[in-house]
């Protein structure tokens, strides 16, 4: 089994710690795409590049079988500048894998080259690196450049580490896994004056102030209290001295839940809170919904690959380390894009209790090179079951 491999396991070790010294962000993955091509040409897979940008898929088939399976890593790296001081710390300024992407990427490497050499099983496995994960929709990139035509795959998984999960345990479940997520951004255009006048003017700050609070109730009165929501406020820019009322302030935010009608209707209950609010302030109303990026969807599980990911999970960590009942996270995550085009599974993957690892995107997270033979052998297990 590909668990008790120690070469495997040095060599995916050895690619992860070379992506984590050498980290890039979103659509900027050249070097990070073209050392994974590498490898994967090397295994004697056909690769394809640049589809989504920078992203990669590797093909391999086995046997007579039409079945089709899709495995997907992330590649891309975040804008935070490492605090840690080992050997393998990020060599580019500001940018680090501390989302563990770096890691991903390597278990899939391990899984592409053991199903290279060994094939116990049937059909053919695409292998999907994707760019630009964090923020930047990388897998509905891939989508519009044609992913899933050139890649028919029947169906698609996806693996994320997650602190706080015992180390090589997983957690999955059917339905949502993760939230949606939406950004909004307000403009209100009042009328500029003196402090002291605040009569010969109309005052943006005092409509923003009652905005801020309505906001707020939509998740405590307009969703149904048994759907999980949030809506937060993240960003106020106003003003710029002490004696004059601006003309304008500008809101951002974010809300996220579980369901595609709750998307829906926070953003309805946005537009009409912010119009009718402005309108009775006799102030300018200007709402735009995920001006810079696309919104994510909700990460949604379906029950029959769920089923076959829990199989695959047991056999790889034992009944005893896998949970079958994880509370979904308000995080979101754009592999959400790919199980909207085809079932699906998304999984976690426990990176070590929290003595032990730190939180995502924090400055000192570090992928446990511990679990990469596991993530692999969950990866071969998952092709040996559903193509078996
Ligand atoms: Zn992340
Ligand atoms: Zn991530």
């Not at 511990?370 to 079951?385: C, M, Q, R, S």
Request: glycine share 8%; aromatic share 8%; hydrophobic share 45%.
């Amino acid at each position: 089994m590909i668990r008790n491999l120690p070469l495997l396991h040095e060599k995916m070790r050895h690619w992860r710690r070379h992506l984590h010294q050498f980290p890039e962000t979103a659509f900027e993955e050249r070097a990070t795409a073209q050392f994974i091509a590498d490898q994967l040409a090397g295994f004697g897979l056909n690769v394809h590049q640049g589809l989504g940008k920078t992203g990669v898929v590797a093909t391999l088939s086995a046997g007579t079988s039409h079945k089709k399976i899709a495995l997907r890593a992330d590649m891309d790296a975040l804008f935070i500048q490492e605090q840690n001081t080992f050997a393998h710390k990020s060599r580019h300024d500001g940018k680090m894998h501390a989302c563990g992407h770096d890691g991903h990427s390597s278990m899939l490497l391990g899984a592409a080259s053991y199903l290279a050499d060994h094939r116990h099983f049937n059909g053919t496995v695409y292998f999907v690196f994707q760019p630009a994960e964090e923020g930047r929709a990388g897998a509905q990139q891939m989508i519009a450049d044609g992913l899933f035509e050139q890649f028919p795959a029947d169906c698609v998984f996806g693996m994320h580490n997650f602190p706080d999960i015992p180390a090589g345990h997983f957690a999955v479940k059917a339905g949502p896994m993760m939230a949606s997520f939406d950004c909004f951004e307000i403009i209100i255009t009042g009328q500029a004056t003196h402090a002291a006048m605040p009569h010969l003017g109309n005052d943006a700050i005092i409509a923003s102030a009652q905005i801020i609070t309505a906001l707020q109730t939509i998740v405590s009165r307009t969703v149904n209290p048994a759907d999980a929501a949030v809506v937060s406020i993240t960003q106020i820019h106003a003003g710029n001295t002490w004696n004059a009322i601006p003309d304008s302030v500008l809101l951002r935010g974010t809300f996220r839940c579980f369901e595609r009608h709750v998307q829906q209707l926070i953003a309805d209950k946005i537009t009409q809170l912010v119009t009718s609010i402005c309108a009775g302030f006799g102030v300018g109303a200007e709402i735009k919904f995920n001006p810079e990026n696309p919104g994510y969807p909700v990460t949604l599980n379906a029950e029959t690959e769920t089923a076959l990911a829990l199989k695959a999970a047991i056999v790889v960590a034992g009944v005893d380390g896998v949970n079958l009942h994880p509370v979904p996270s308000m995080g979101s995550e754009d592999f959400a894009f790919m199980l909207q085009e085809k079932p699906g599974c998304y999984l976690w993957i426990g990176n070590g209790s929290s003595e032990n690892s730190c939180l995502l995107h924090n400055p000192h997270y570090d992928f446990n090179d511990d679990i990469l033979p596991i993530g692999a052998a969950f990866w071969v297990k998952l092709v040996e079951t559903v193509l078996g």
